[in-house]
């Protein structure tokens, strides 16, 4: 993919992957080239989404992008419903059922980050958070308590208030 | 005393930048740059098209901050902001790693779109609210988005000025060079240099920033406070006076 302007910084240098070459299009002209990333699998969390995997995601975020770009997309979302109610959902992105591989109800599953309109984030978890990543002890206590530790996502959701 | 916060000072000097009518988008972490574009917005432009990420009621999109990028791309952006962890004299930006980039001191969040965000819009504005030697550097360790780029690559735009709570530097693009072109006020040229890791290269007719109006810092601290907070809470929290 092309990306204009782009030449002359250290990602040529760091990534060599990008390549720059002459612009077909204006001879003379050289534009700076990057592969399109293929992911294996995405994990996307949406407002609602429908059986057949019809979904509404935040318009500020990347994550139909993101489904396009990957091989499995597993939906996660606030509410399952019909997919006449994902369409009347808005306002947000909507993701067509054909990028995705499967969907499942978690309320609360973007926790502790949040869901526009939807409920705010935890900014007292995240800052437990961002204090246990400093330390490779505490953050292995943090794995333990809270994404190794519950038994299932209602035992979290408990867990975490 | 000076009777208003650095971040009151930086958002007045940046809101003086924006022209009417003009299509302005505030990046990710650009809180200063936030209010200094509502200040604008709520006086002397109100006709600009304001796009402020992460804010909900400044995003005109539906399509993610892909639609953002590829609006930029394809020329959309009259002006736009970008910080740096160091920024050099040639105002070259870095946003990947304090030191050796393969055994770095600090690793940086990264550039995000910010090397394609510096010269696709017509004007970039670089602010830093930090002004010292560590940050304003003869060299940046790593470049991710340069000032100037080859003369055969199409750069509609690039940066216009850097904004600090020291000075205004303006950049001269055929020069790639930061040049001081106003002192912040009761800052003097002495202690600018004593900050700042590079020889300072002045415009003939350095002036000095007019302070923020009582206009300026009324609307700052009403209605440019109340709608930051939509997007930066702790930001609109401590960073006005009274």
């Known amino acids: 993919m092309p990306v204009p302007g782009h030449v002359g910084s250290d990602y040529t240098r760091l990534r060599p992957e990008f390549r720059v070459i002459e612009n077909p299009y204006a001879p003379g002209q050289r534009v700076l080239l990057v592969p399109a990333i293929r992911c294996d699998v995405a994990l996307v969390h949406a407002v609602v989404a429908a059986p057949d995997g019809t979904c509404l995601l935040d318009p500020m975020e990347d994550d139909a992008l993101l489904a396009q770009a990957s091989t499995v997309v597993l939906v996660s979302a606030e509410r399952v419903v019909d997919r006449d109610a994902v369409l009347r959902a808005g306002p947000g992105t909507l993701l067509s059922g054909v990028h995705v591989t499967a969907v499942v109800e978690a309320p609360r599953g973007a926790h502790p980050t949040l869901v526009r309109g939807v409920y705010d984030l935890d900014a007292r978890h995240l800052a437990e958070y961002v204090a246990a990543a400093r330390d490779e002890e505490a953050f292995r206590a943090y794995l333990a308590r809270y994404v190794f530790g519950p038994k299932d996502h209602a035992a979290y959701l408990e867990l975490v208030g | ?242």
């Not at chain 2, 350095?206 to 907070?229: G, I, K, S």
């Open chain 2, 1 to 242: 005393m000076t009777g208003y916060t650095v971040e009151e000072l930086m958002a007045a000097v940046i809101a003086r930048e924006v022209r009417d009518g003009e299509t302005v988008a505030v990046g990710t972490l650009a809180p200063v740059p936030a209010a200094g574009v509502l200040l604008a917005h709520v006086s002397h432009a109100p006709r600009a098209r304001v796009i402020i990420l992460n804010h909900p009621d400044y995003w005109p999109f539906f399509g993610g901050s892909k639609e953002f990028y590829d609006f930029a791309q394809r020329g959309g952006l009259d002006l736009f902001f970008l910080s740096g962890a160091q920024i050099d004299r040639a105002g070259n930006l870095n946003l990947i790693a304090v030191g050796d980039p393969a055994r770095p001191t600090v690793r940086l969040p990264g550039g995000a779109g910010a090397a394609m965000l510096y010269y696709l819009p017509r004007r970039v504005i670089v602010f830093r609210a930090e002004h010292s030697p560590r940050v304003f550097v003869e060299r940046v360790d790593v470049t991710t988005a340069p000032g100037a780029g080859p003369p055969d690559v199409v750069r509609p735009g690039g940066p216009w000025k850097a904004v600090t709570p020291l000075c205004v530097f303006r950049f001269d693009r055929a020069r790639a060079q930061l040049v001081v072109e106003a002192l912040q006020p009761g800052v003097t040229r002495e202690e600018l240099q004593r900050q700042t890791g590079f020889p300072l290269e002045w415009a003939p007719d350095v002036t000095t920033v007019p302070p923020p109006t009582a206009d300026e810092l009324r609307l700052l601290r009403t209605r440019v406070r109340a709608a930051v907070a939509r997007a930066y809470p702790r930001f609109a929290a401590t960073a006005f006076a009274a």
